[in-house]
């Protein structure tokens, strides 16, 4: 395991992130608490050292696993949980990414995993009824309190995620270090407004449903079961078997498995991308660790970039024809190079 810099912050992060959501058996398909310790032993043997739970996976279960785990050796793990989901069917301030919210799901989260601060406290989800404003400046607040060393971002829109951030730089509150989204070779939708915004904001990604809940492995081609029976993101492809055919075929070239072909895909990314790897079981866990050890082809990456492609839409599409560029930049746009737009339209590609 080798370590990265999470977005324009010092912290270092390993360069897998563990996902503890399968941490509990109360949503019928998560791991056992002796499995549990067991997949994070494996991954802080191999060097983990990056861990994301939240306040609600498996009804607090998660958190309550994770704190019992880093008992005597909490600072030698950087500990990420978010808020915002409801814990309650009846308390309309339960949920939400409001001053109250953040305050009472924080105080559980710090009391659920022993800690008297979180490293990485993210808002989960975008709450439409509580103006960034208001959610900015809570955070602000924890973090010169001390219950939280840096914030960042899950499931929002770029443009607000930009306004967020620009708007706390702005007034002198703490800024978002990174971003959790959902990306794999099945869901490249974040390259259209996400990537580029977290390249132009310097945000560590944090990229979850890496193998697409196994799509990505095989499995339910083959008539198996799985986690996505019960536990549906939504999303795939229409592709999918095309592009589960291309990953096998890189696979087979390299004496490797599909997962890990997924996982190795992710981290030829541009920027700070650190796949989030979620395992029920020991042998899951050992297999996408060594997706490490994969060391992909430029004509395989190419391969698997072409077989899973996106359109971007407009204005990316628009902005990238030549006959645009031309009429922005001028008839010697070619003689240009930005290496700051590596990740971003319309020079990109």
């Known amino acids: 395991m080798r370590y990265t810099l999470f977005g324009r912050t010092g912290l270092r992060v390993s360069e897998l992130a563990l ?65 915002t989901c409801s814990s309650s069917a009846t308390d309309l301030n339960a949920g939400g990414s409001h001053r109250k919210n953040l305050v009472t799901s924080l105080e559980g989260s710090l009391r659920r995993l022993d800690t008297d601060h979180v490293d990485i406290l993210y808002v989960h989800a975008r709450d439409v009824l509580t103006p960034v404003e208001e959610t900015m400046r809570a955070l602000d607040d924890q973090v010169r309190a001390g219950k939280v060393l840096y914030v960042a971002v899950s499931d929002w829109p770029a443009w607000e995620i930009a306004q967020a951030d620009t708007l706390a730089r702005l007034r002198g509150w703490t800024p978002f270090a990174g971003v959790q989204l959902r990306l794999n070779l099945l869901e490249r939708t974040p390259e259209r407004e996400l990537l580029p915004m977290a390249a132009a904001l310097d945000l560590g990604v944090v990229a979850f449903g890496a193998l697409a809940e196994g799509r990505l492995t095989g499995k339910y081609l083959r008539g198996e079961t799985g986690r996505l029976d019960t536990f549906d993101w939504g999303g795939g492809h229409d592709r999918t078997a095309e592009i589960y055919a291309e990953v096998a075929a890189v696979a087979e070239e390299g004496g490797w498995s599909p997962a890990q072909v997924a996982i190795a895909w992710l981290r030829t990314r541009p920027g700070t991308v650190v796949p989030l790897i979620g ?36 204005p990316h599409d628009f902005l990238a024809a030549p006959v645009v560029r031309e009429a922005v930049y001028g008839p010697r746009w070619r003689e240009v190079d930005d290496r700051r737009t590596t990740a971003r339209p319309p020079f990109a590609g």
Do not use: C
């Open 19 to 83: 996902g503890a959501m399968t941490f509990g058996e109360d949503w019928g398909w998560g791991a056992s608490e002796a499995e549990s310790a067991r997949l994070f032993e494996t991954f802080a043997e191999a060097g983990g050292t990056f861990v994301d739970t939240a306040d609600q996976y498996t009804d607090g279960s998660s958190e309550r696993i994770l704190g019992r785990l880093l008992k005597g050796r909490r600072d030698a793990f950087v500990v990420a949980t978010k808020y």
């Open 279 to 314: 395992a029920r079981t020991e042998e899951q866990l050992r297999t996408n660790i060594a997706a490490l050890e994969v060391g992909l082809s430029a004509d395989q990456v190419r391969r698997l970039d072409e077989v899973s492609r996106i359109d971007l839409g407009f």
